[in-house]
Each structure stands twice: as C-alpha cells, then as structure tokens.
C-alpha cells in the first residue's frame, strides 16, 4: 500500500499542478472564462484524495503496530520458555541469549533508524526550504499586484503559491511513505 500511495502521489501531482496551472492561466488572460469554480473543485477533490489515501495508511499502521506487538511479544515469550524448559542444561542461558539478542536488535534498529531519519531530513530540507521560499514568493508578489489593482494577476499568482502548497504536501507524504518504509525494514 505504501508503495501504491508513494506512486499515485508522484506521479499525479504533476499533472494535478499542470491542471491547476492551465485553468489558471486561463481564467487570468480571459475574464470572460469563469474558471475559479472548476478550479476549485478540482483542488478540493484532490485533497480529499490525499487525506482519504492517508488516513487509510494510518488506520493500517495503526492496526499493524497493535497486532505486531502482541505477535512479538507473544512470540519471544514462547521462545524463551520452550528454550528454558526443552533444551536441557543451557536452556536458561539460551532463554538469556534470546533477550540479549532482542534488546540488542531493538538498540541497532533505533541507532540505524535515527540516522536514517536524519539523512531523509538532510535531503528534504533543500527541497522543502525551496518550495517555502518560492510560496512566500508568489505570496509577496500577489500582494504587490493586488496593490497595483491587477486582479487577473493576483489571482494567478496566488494559484502559483497554491501549487507551490501542494507540491509541499506532495513531498512530504512521500518523505512520510519513506521514513515509514525504513522503519518497516
């Protein structure tokens, strides 16, 4: 599902945004073509897309992280106590073993986690860094249009930070994807 998620994001953000972007430019150079409607609803169908898509993901991860937990646990006790009460003589030192090694998985996994979660940050931060500055941008220069009483421009302009929000939230939901696939492995 994650993989599936990652992949309709990725690639219907760009033609989500081309859409955007050619009902904009048309409504901005005719104002005889009304298209704030249209736009409007194809921007909100999208994010109700994305949010129905994450909650899914969130309801399966809640799910799994619940049934994991008990199987885990459930499954190392059982291992202990058949290593403790079958294998006779070293069988409470292989029960030990066992819990060493858990604890010692569970170590490496948050060590090998915590820096996995540090170089997706590293690499995300130029991109959404970027597209925060380009929004502001587009935000300022909207600004200064409806100043200067330039509506069809303002309203274009304010779709360019609209798309520049939108392709933020598309970064982040794959970063998410990501970060969560690395915890899985």
């Known amino acids: 599902y994650m ?6 994001v990725g690639k219907s953000i760009l033609p989500f945004c081309a859409l955007c972007l050619i009902l904009a430019l048309v409504g901005a150079t005719d104002q005889s073509l009304k298209t704030g409607t249209l736009l409007s609803t194809v921007k909100k169908n999208y994010t109700t897309l ?3 898509l994450m909650m899914l993901l ?10 994991g937990a008990r199987s885990d646990t ?3 006790r059982s291992a202990k106590f058949a290593a ?23 170590y490496l996994r948050g060590t090998l986690g915590i820096s996995a979660i ?17 929004r502001l941008t587009w935000q300022i220069c909207a600004s200064v249009a409806e100043l200067l009483g330039c509506d069809g421009e303002k ?18 939901i794959c970063s998410s994807v990501l970060l969560l696939a690395l915890c899985l492995l």
Request: charged share 10%; glycine share 8%; with cysteine.
């Open 50 to 52: 994305l949010t129905f």
């Open 74 to 76: 459930l499954i190392m």
């Open 84 to 106: 403790g009460n079958l294998i006779p003589v070293v069988g409470g030192s292989i029960s030990e073993l066992l819990r060493t090694v858990s604890t010692g998985v569970g």
């Open 58 to 67: 969130l309801a399966m991860l809640s799910a799994q992280t619940v049934l």
């Open 118 to 134: 540090l170089l997706l940050l590293l690499l995300l931060l130029p991109t959404v860094v970027e597209l925060l500055l380009l």
């Open 155 to 172: 309203k274009l302009l304010e779709e360019f930070a609209s798309l520049c929000g939108y392709l933020l939230a598309a970064v982040c």
């Open 3 to 8: 993989t599936l998620l990652e992949e309709l």
